[in-house]
């Protein structure tokens, strides 16, 4: 992954400075001017306004997670009633599978995934994901990512013992109509593309 880093000076004096994201609604601390992108990020800087900050809990732990997942399949007209496609030990792109190479909608991947030290699990690194994702620890939805970073902030979801974690990633019709200039796209994956890392701080 690439990241952007840039010292941006500002002649605006006027109050701190702090950093907005939108996809998150989340303010952050801007430290010496220093503007960190990742890929297909935006970030707004807000200047002199008193806004809240949101707490950053930086990962010094990362730790691949290793489960058998079962993934299921639903249409947008279907949708949330699931078809069971497969089992995976190792994640990969539904579209690699054979006869699923032009479908749209969402696919689930569901494991039953056993932990310890839950309390110090803060995130869940999905890696490349295409295109929407949305996660579900133990039923309860972690949020929403419509483009990269694919991180979930999983603070207090997760318990020792067995969790149940299920993460829905949705296409675009793009797979399925295929004519004109359209037929000349890149076709993208369809899900997951890499194992998921868990975060602890």
């Known amino acids: 992954m690439i990241f952007v880093k840039y010292k941006v000076n500002f002649a605006n004096k006027q109050g701190r400075a702090v950093a907005y994201d939108a996809y998150k ?26 806004n809240e900050l949101d707490e950053e809990v930086q990962a010094s732990h990362e730790l691949l997670l290793s489960a058998n997942w079962q993934v299921d399949l639903a249409d947008a007209q279907s949708y949330p009633n ?16 054979d006869g699923y190479d032009r479908k749209s909608g969402t696919v689930a991947y569901s494991a039953t995934v056993n932990l310890d030290k839950a309390s110090d699990i803060i995130g869940l690194d999905l890696g490349q994901a295409y295109e929407i994702a949305q996660v579900f620890v133990n039923g309860q939805s972690a949020g ?9 902030d999983v603070a ?41 890392k868990i975060l602890r701080k």
């Open 25 to 50: 609604d989340n303010f952050k601390a801007v430290t010496d001017n220093q503007l960190v992108l990742e890929p297909y990020q935006t970030i707004v800087w807000v200047f002199g306004e008193e």
């Open 82 to 97: 699931f078809e069971p496609v497969t089992t995976m030990s190792a994640l990969k792109p539904i579209n690699l599978l």
């Open 144 to 152: 929403i990512q419509i483009a990269p970073p694919y991180r979930f």
């Open 156 to 196: 207090g979801l997760f318990h020792d013992g067995e969790n149940e974690l299920r993460i829905e990633v949705t296409n675009t019709l793009g797979t399925v109509f295929r004519g004109g200039l359209n037929q000349y796209l890149l076709v993208e994956p369809f899900g997951l593309t890499e194992e998921i």
